[in-house]
């Protein structure tokens, strides 16, 4: 298992603007910052929260800010890398026995939260209690659900084992407990005690406002973080944000939209940092009932959308095509899969042979993707199908009615093949929008759950892949770039495959 624990294992949104065909000047604007990291300052990140009122909850964030800050406070036993992969971070050591029903976790010695205390075995299992707990009901406990919550044991001060319920096999544990998996004492509260392991301590939180954070002097990473202090300032809007960064009253602005870029990119005073990542985007299709329950007619729609023309107009240049299948980045994804290209007579014969020429559909949209909506409703009609859209607000979207639509738009980060399909079209998916279900898929995915070996997973993976790729619900046709503003004191700052090189607050100066 020695080389699990040190590779295979761990290795294991356009927004609704103008459908422009450019997106201006690529100019880098100017940098102020040294090379070379160096200590003191503060470092301020501007961010858009659509739940204004916000928490420091580790495991059960409220909103995108929410999350953003604790990235900044909680530090998790993996951590992402550059290519969106879970790399060890508090532990020193991860070993799953021979299918993967149980993990042997080791803390890296001598670490420390924020109020001095040693981090131990017990603080790891009140976290993944906290987190798994029905009575926090948080959204993201269902993440690490297979965990047996109540069998989890210390093995020393430093050790624990984490079983999985009923034995089966969970590979997936690094990626599915990362992003919101932050290692707490075992006398945490989010509000009377928010205290984490991250780079940084909160000094002062104001709901919808800011939060201000001072250096964690005792961070396990030797050096780090570089700032003196972090503030994370909320917006109401995206113009008043650039303005602000433009102004030099911010250094940082996450998730530009591709629409708003031009502005920072024809301005010296900042630049767009432009991160090629693997977040897609999609049309899904729904696979038990309505036309789309018909194999021929998904084939048909795969076959009639042109992405090159997506990826220019709907993201205005900033992504790449996609091959209705995610997670490229996944060292178990099968590249030998051939792109599949537009071919308008094969989608109209197919429609024919389904008894649907003429088709008529609605599409639903949610607050995003409007825009690739409108391409794809025009594309449509080259084949014969007349593509309705019907726009709904965000939690109508996310709500129930959302696996009753015949198509609607979709789409997610980048992370992990395996932890992506369970969220989205695996047995037990937590948001099954297509509502896929094959036999032989299901068999599959319990099979390379239990199967640490990457090799002899990635074996299973490729054949699931070209059940997907065959017969899933999922049109994905693209992946989107993450643009983010960046002030010219920023030093430290890169561009990854991961969604969020201004939330590395442990390396950037200024």
């Known amino acids: 298992m020695d080389n699990l624990t040190r590779r295979a294992l761990i290795g294991g949104a356009a927004g609704a603007g103008l459908l422009l065909a450019g997106c201006g000047s690529r100019s880098e604007g100017t ?26 909850d580790a495991h059960k964030p409220l909103g995108t800010g929410s999350t953003i800050r604790g990235f900044a406070m909680y530090d998790k036993l993996w951590e992402w890398s550059d290519d969106m992969l879970p790399t060890l971070a508090l532990a020193e050591s991860v070993e799953p026995n021979a299918n ?58 430093r050790t624990v084992r984490i079983p999985i319920r009923e034995s089966h096999g969970f590979v997936a544990l690094p990626e599915t407990w990362t992003n919101f998996g932050g290692i707490v004492p075992s006398d945490y509260d989010p509000v009377t005690n928010p205290v984490g392991a991250g780079p ?46 433009l102004a030099g009253q911010i250094d940082l602005a996450n998730a530009i939209l591709p629409e708003q870029a031009g502005l920072i990119r024809r301005d010296a005073r900042a630049r767009i940092l432009t991160s090629q990542t693997n977040g897609w985007q999609s049309f899904d299709m729904n696979t038990k009932e309505g036309p789309f329950a018909d194999v021929r007619v998904r084939q048909a729609f795969r076959l009639l959308v042109d992405r090159e023309e997506l990826v220019r107009r709907a993201l205005q240049g900033e992504g790449r095509i996609a091959n ?65 859209l019907r726009q709904v607000d965000a939690a109508t979207f996310a709500g129930p009615a959302r696996r009753s639509w015949e198509i609607s738009t979709g789409g997610t980060l980048g992370v992990p093949w ?32 239990a199967q640490p070996d990457l090799a002899a997973r990635a074996q299973l993976v490729h054949e699931m892949q070209r059940i997907q790729h065959d017969s899933g619900g999922l049109l994905i046709w693209g992946f989107a770039n993450t643009l983010d503003g960046v002030g010219p004191r920023v030093g430290g700052i890169a561009a990854e495959r991961s969604h969020f090189p201004t939330w590395r607050f442990d390396r950037m100066w200024v």
Do not use: C, M
């Open 418 to 449: 395996l932890s992506t399909a369970l969220h989205i079209d695996a047995p037990s998916a937590v948001s099954n929008k297509t509502n896929f279900a094959d036999p032989r898929f299901a068999t599959l995915f319990g099979e390379a759950l």
């Open 324 to 388: 209705d299948l995610y997670a490229p980045q996944d060292p178990t994804f099968d590249k030998a899969i051939a792109q599949r290209r537009q071919d308008i007579d094969e989608a109209r014969s197919l429609l024919k042979q389904a008894g649907h020429e003429g088709l008529r559909t609605e599409l639903v949209v949610g607050p995003a993707n409007v825009a690739a909506a409108l391409v794809l409703s025009e594309q449509a009609k080259r084949a014969g199908v007349d593509v309705r």
């Open 200 to 245: 940084y301590k909160v000094d002062k939180f104001e709901p919808g406002q800011r939060a201000t954070f001072k250096r964690f002097d005792n961070y396990y990473k030797p050096g780090r973080p570089y700032p003196d202090e972090l503030e994370i300032i909320e917006f109401k809007d995206q113009t008043a944000r650039i303005g602000a960064l």
């Open 100 to 157: 993967a029903s149980a993990w042997d976790i080791r803390l890296k010695p001598s670490l420390e939260f924020h109020n001095g205390k040693t981090i131990t075995a017990d603080d790891v299992l009140f976290s993944i209690r906290r987190i798994t707990d029905p009575k926090l009901a948080s959204p993201y406990g269902a993440l690490v659900s297979p965990v047996d919550r109540d069998a989890v044991k210390k093995l020393d001060e």
């Open 31 to 56: 940098s102020e910052a040294p090379k070379q990291p160096r200590r003191g300052g503060r470092l301020r990140l501007g961010i858009i929260d659509g739940e204004r009122s916000g928490n420091l």
